[in-house]
């Protein structure tokens, strides 16, 4: 089954940009979606499918693909921005789902 | 407004089975998949299968040997159970909904709904 790599963590200063990527071959097949936890929470989704957000997450979470890999766009961070992020998809070879290792987003 | 709850014994013994169950409440729970999720403490999310309304599941194969999923859409409930557990089985497991969809050339696979989440330590 296909594996997702993620970087364990990244900083970013408040109300400046950070990009989230994740990488696996089963992206080139289908969109990753994407999970805020913080901690002691459950994940929530943040992002799915090309670029959408679902109800109630705020505008600055963007998504995009290109080949194997996803990207999860943070674009003027918040306090309330700092969580762990992970992605998912459906694997390309089976009907799995596999979830990437996770990022530690700070916001400094 | 769907939501997801789920319930059982927060202590297992080793090699005994784990059991949980997950209410849905606030939508049908036919027509969608329905999935157990696990995080040991410290690590990522880790996806042992779904279940459809129907009664199909798909297991994660590192986990297959061990998993049964079944669902009561009459009760609005779907359950997991994980035979012969050990230390490494310590963990919070999610259920969440699986929202899958065909639109415009593209497939969309997502977990929108998630439960809050049960402790389960696996200890003599």
């Known amino acids: 089954s296909s594996e997702l790599t993620q970087d364990p963590s990244v900083s970013v200063a408040l109300g400046q940009t950070v990009r989230i990527t994740c990488q696996g071959d089963?992206?080139?097949?289908?969109?990753a979606s994407w999970y805020q936890q913080k901690p002691g929470q459950a994940p929530i989704l943040v992002i799915f499918?090309?670029?959408i957000r679902p109800s109630g997450i705020p505008g600055r979470f963007s998504g995009s693909t290109s080949g194997n890999t996803a990207s999860l766009t943070i674009t003027g961070a918040q306090a309330e921005d700092e969580a762990d992020y992970f992605c998912?998809?459906?694997?390309?070879?089976?009907?799995?789902?596999?979830f990437g290792p996770g990022t530690k987003v700070t916001v400094l | 407004q769907v939501q997801l709850q789920e319930s059982g014994p927060g202590l297992v013994k080793p090699s005994e089975t784990l059991s949980l169950t997950c209410t849905v409440s606030?939508?049908?729970?036919?027509?969608?998949?329905w999935s157990w999720i696990r995080q040991p403490p410290g690590k990522g999310l880790e996806w042992i299968g779904y279940?459809?309304?129907?009664?199909?599941?798909n297991y994660n194969p590192s986990l297959k040997s061990r998993v049964t999923m079944s669902v009561d859409t009459s009760k609005k409930q779907f359950s997991l159970n994980l035979r012969s557990v050990t230390a490494a089985d310590t963990a919070v497991y999610y259920c969440?909904?699986?929202?899958?969809?065909?639109?415009?050339?593209?497939?969309?696979?997502?977990?929108?709904?998630w439960g809050t989440g049960t402790p389960v330590t696996v200890s003599s």
């Open positions: 969440a909904r699986v929202t899958a969809f065909y639109m415009q050339f593209d497939y969309y696979y997502y977990m929108d709904v």
């Open positions: 279940i459809y309304s129907s009664g199909s599941t």
């Open positions: 606030g939508d049908s729970i036919s027509s969608d998949y």
């Open positions: 499918g090309k670029n």
């Open positions: 998912s998809s459906r694997d390309s070879t089976d009907n799995h789902f596999v």
């Open positions: 089963s992206l080139r097949s289908y969109y």
